[in-house]
């Protein structure tokens, strides 16, 4: 089965855990598979999230890779619906790594 990804780019600096806390907050979701390698939040409608972050100590940014079994177009709107919410609900600075 083919995975689709659309990536959202964060500008602030956020550890994983915090940043999986604070998706799944803004998609009123929870986390799946904590303590694993991949953990995830499960948004409405199927697609999930999975948080990328910088390596080696980087900065920012950190990437939210918004995952879809369904198709391109279906991660793309759950990817573009997660940034409204993170818009509304936090001061992250989020951009669409993708064309629309």
Same mark, same amino acid.
Not at 86 to 92: G, H, N, R, S, Y
Not at 95 to 100: A, C, E, I
């Given at each position: 089965m083919p995975l689709y990804c659309a990536?959202? /780019?964060v500008r602030d600096a956020v550890t994983k855990l915090d940043a999986l806390a604070i998706v799944a907050l803004a998609a009123d979701a929870v986390v799946t598979d904590p303590g694993t390698v991949r953990p995830k939040v499960v948004l409405p409608g199927g697609a $999930? /999230?999975? /948080? =990328?972050?910088p390596k080696f100590g980087e900065p920012p940014p950190l990437a939210l890779d918004v995952?879809?079994?369904l198709g391109d177009d279906h991660a793309k709107i759950a990817a573009l619906a997660l940034l409204a919410r993170? =818009? =509304?609900?936090?001061? $992250?600075t989020v951009?669409?790594?993708?064309?629309?």
């Open positions: 990536t959202l /780019v $999930w /999230v999975e /948080v =990328e972050i995952y879809s079994t993170l =818009e =509304e609900q936090t001061a $992250w951009k669409p790594d993708f064309v629309l």
